[in-house]
């Protein structure tokens, strides 16, 4: 997982997983992890690259970590 930080909101730019280790997952559980990390520290979230993009749009459950517009 690659983020950057700016003025409090937490940009989600890249998820990776190799391979071999796809459909495990593992992309979903780095996703959280981010997750819990911007809630420790007062975080919202952009998520940018697709991956992230597309687990908010299946777990509506976190969308209140969404920055809003």
Not at 29 to 42: M, P, Q, Y
């Amino acid at each position: 997982m690659a983020f950057h930080v700016e003025d409090k909101v937490m940009y989600l730019d890249s998820t990776y997983t190799p391979p071999q280790f796809r459909g495990m997952g593992i992309g979903g559980e780095l996703v959280k992890a981010s997750i819990e990390h911007a809630r420790k520290n007062g975080f919202t979230i952009v998520p940018v690259c697709s991956f992230a993009v597309d687990y908010f749009e299946k777990h509506l459950e976190y969308s209140e970590i969404l920055k809003k517009s």
